[in-house]
């Protein structure tokens, strides 16, 4: 049964890489225009085409998808979203989703896609990981971003999460974005992702049930960074544990 399941994962990875391909091809264009058009509005219409897209795709590849908690963005207000991250699907489910326009931090390396880089640079601020000049002007970067009312999505576990343990280890650059800015955060918490699209596996896509859902803002307040690095920590993790979402 194990092998009959890898060969069937492998089957339906192939159906997801095709359809993702396919449907990113119809909305390229499109998404491409939103350079045209100043932030944030630009952003905004560029997001708008994602969700479209991901609604779509989704779909397609056999998933069934739930979003919660969309009431806490509130009108005018502009958030740092922090999500767990445990799978490549993370992205798909996370920024396109999020109500309003919004970048997300990411790996430079990605942009080098043929096509595929023009999209994800739109949606991104690129850091090198390696490169502390890099992280820097990403940092600067991400000020400027909020500064226009854009919500910044960031991964604070920074590398996909193949441990055993629910989350890992935080590190500090959204929470020292947000004590520098004084800008709310907002956690996100997925669920199944890495059942869907493991990141200990190869070539496999085993479809079902995925879930993001966004709790209620923390204000800054007088915390530090490393006080709201905790705080969000213990919120990810006492929400991601009390729940069990079924495949």
Same mark, same amino acid.
């Given at each position: #049964?194990?092998?009959?399941? &890898? %060969?069937? $994962?492998?089957?339906?990875?192939?159906?997801? #890489?095709? @359809?993702?391909?396919?449907?990113?091809?119809?909305?390229?264009?499109?998404? #491409?225009?939103?350079?045209?058009?100043?932030?944030?509005? $630009?952003?905004?219409?560029? %997001?708008r085409i994602a969700r479209l897209w991901m609604n779509v795709w989704l779909r397609l590849a056999g998933?069934?998808?739930?979003?919660? $908690?969309?009431?806490? +963005?509130?009108? /005018?207000?502009?958030?740092?979203?922090?999500?767990?991250?445990? *799978?490549?699907?993370?992205?798909?489910? !996370? *920024?396109?989703?999020?109500?309003?326009?919004?970048?997300?931090?990411?790996?430079s390396s990605f942009a080098k896609v043929p096509l595929f880089g023009f999209f994800?640079?739109? /949606? *991104? %601020?690129?850091?090198?990981?390696? *490169?502390?000049? !890099?992280?820097r002007q990403s940092f600067d970067k991400m000020k400027a971003v909020l500064k226009k009312g854009i919500h910044m999505c960031i991964y604070p576990e920074g590398t996909r999460n193949r441990t055993n343990e629910p989350l890992k280890k935080f590190h500090d650059g959204a929470f020292k974005l947000a004590a520098e800015t004084g800008t709310a955060i907002l956690p996100a918490?997925? +669920?199944?992702?890495?059942?869907?699209?493991?990141? =200990?596996?190869?070539?496999?896509?085993?479809? /079902?049930?995925? &879930?993001?859902?966004?709790?209620?803002?923390?204000?800054? /307040? =007088?915390? @530090?960074?490393e006080q709201l690095k905790e705080k969000i920590f213990s919120i990810t993790k006492e929400y991601y544990t009390n729940r069990e979402i079924s495949m």
């Open positions: #049964m194990k092998i009959l399941k &890898e %060969i069937l $994962g492998g089957i339906l990875a192939l159906w997801a #890489m095709l @359809t993702f391909m396919i449907t990113f091809l119809v909305i390229f264009i499109p998404a #491409m225009l939103c350079w045209l058009i100043p932030d944030p509005k $630009g952003q905004d219409i560029f %997001i998933c069934r998808f739930k979003i919660k $908690g969309r009431e806490n +963005f509130k009108k /005018g207000e502009t958030y740092i979203v922090t999500c767990n991250h445990n *799978s490549l699907l993370d992205v798909p489910l !996370s *920024s396109p989703f999020i109500q309003g326009p919004n970048k997300t931090i990411a790996k994800y640079m739109k /949606g *991104s %601020i690129l850091v090198d990981r390696k *490169s502390e000049t !890099s992280r918490v997925i +669920f199944n992702t890495k059942k869907v699209l493991p990141a =200990n596996k190869g070539f496999f896509f085993w479809p /079902g049930k995925i &879930e993001i859902h966004f709790l209620p803002a923390v204000k800054v /307040g =007088n915390q @530090t960074a």
